[in-house]
């Protein structure tokens, strides 16, 4: 009897030092004997700068493919890595994150124990250095979580880490759509599915951990993640949203002001909300201020 084969998914720019962490981490990934794995990397940069690290990599473990997507667009680069999957599911893992031992097995166990389309899995900070106090009362590199089994609504979901079944891509000729690829595809990809009536789980015990780096402290950095976020909402905005946003970034200006003296994680939660509400209505103007290279600490 054929084992289910996994194809773990790996779209990676310009940050090789990290990828080497991440191969050797899913190198070891438990399996039980209840099935196989491989891994493609797509690399979104042009210059190929994660080359040398693949094909250096040691050959034991999981095959492991290369490809290259030389536009920088997220969308395409996922796309170009799904079209090199093998098997009966795909998993998506960022490049700057580091999955548990038991990862793949704890998505898989899910996906079979709920008969659910995809599972969706918790990702946590791990800082390199000691953050600043605000950052961590401020909870600004935590996400939510949810209890093991609970179906999600596609606004709780991302590609961070996700196992989902191929089959639900049939007939899908570009599962990320890459006008998306400032971001939000993810999102898209998940509204899509489940408007198909596919169903996403939740398991909690699916762990992987994000790098936050010592740039991603900033407040420049937090506060361009929120103008991004609130870019990429225009894809789905309406007239009332832009309303919505428009009355927000009034009320917020003018709360800010006494915020101050309120503490600095509080003055930046809501800072950072006015950032989000303005990034979209920006686009109400056609004002498009950043993209996802601004985020690429």
Request: glycine share 6%; aromatic share 12%.
């Amino acid at each position: 009897m054929t084992l289910p084969h996994i194809t773990v998914c790996i779209c990676t720019w310009k940050r090789p030092a990290l990828l080497a962490r991440l191969l050797e981490r899913l190198r070891c990934q438990q399996t039980e004997g209840r099935f196989s794995y491989s891994i493609v990397v797509a690399d979104n940069d042009r210059l190929e700068s994660a080359r040398s690290i693949v094909e250096n990599f040691p050959g034991s473990g999981p095959a492991l493919t290369y490809c290259v997507e030389p536009e920088q667009n997220i969308a395409r680069a996922r796309n170009k890595a799904l079209d090199l999957a093998k098997g009966d599911y795909a998993a998506f893992i960022d490049d700057d994150e580091l999955p548990e031992p038991n990862w793949l097995l704890a998505l898989f166990t899910a996906c079979q124990a709920h008969h659910s389309d995809g599972v969706l899995g918790p990702v946590k900070p791990f800082f390199e250095q000691k953050p600043p106090s605000w950052l961590i009362r401020g909870k600004f590199c935590e996400r939510h979580a949810h209890s093991t089994g609970t179906v999600l609504d596609w606004r709780q979901t991302r590609t961070g880490n996700v196992l989902f079944k191929r089959e639900i891509l049939r007939e899908i000729p570009e599962p990320f759509r890459p006008q998306f690829g400032d971001g939000g595809e993810d999102n898209d990809f998940f509204r899509r599915m489940m408007e198909s009536r596919r169903i996403f789980t939740w398991c909690n015990e699916a762990v992987v951990f994000e790098l936050v780096s010592p740039a991603r402290f900033k407040r420049s950095y937090i506060l361009k993640r929120a103008l991004l976020r609130g870019q990429n909402r225009r894809h789905y905005a309406d007239g009332y949203r832009f309303a919505k946003s428009a009355a927000a970034c009034i009320l917020y200006s003018l709360a800010l002001p006494f915020l101050v003296f309120a503490g600095q994680h509080i003055f930046m939660k809501y800072l950072m909300r006015l950032f989000d509400h303005a990034g979209l209505l920006l686009t109400f103007f056609g004002l498009m201020p950043l993209g996802n290279k601004y985020l690429s600490e």
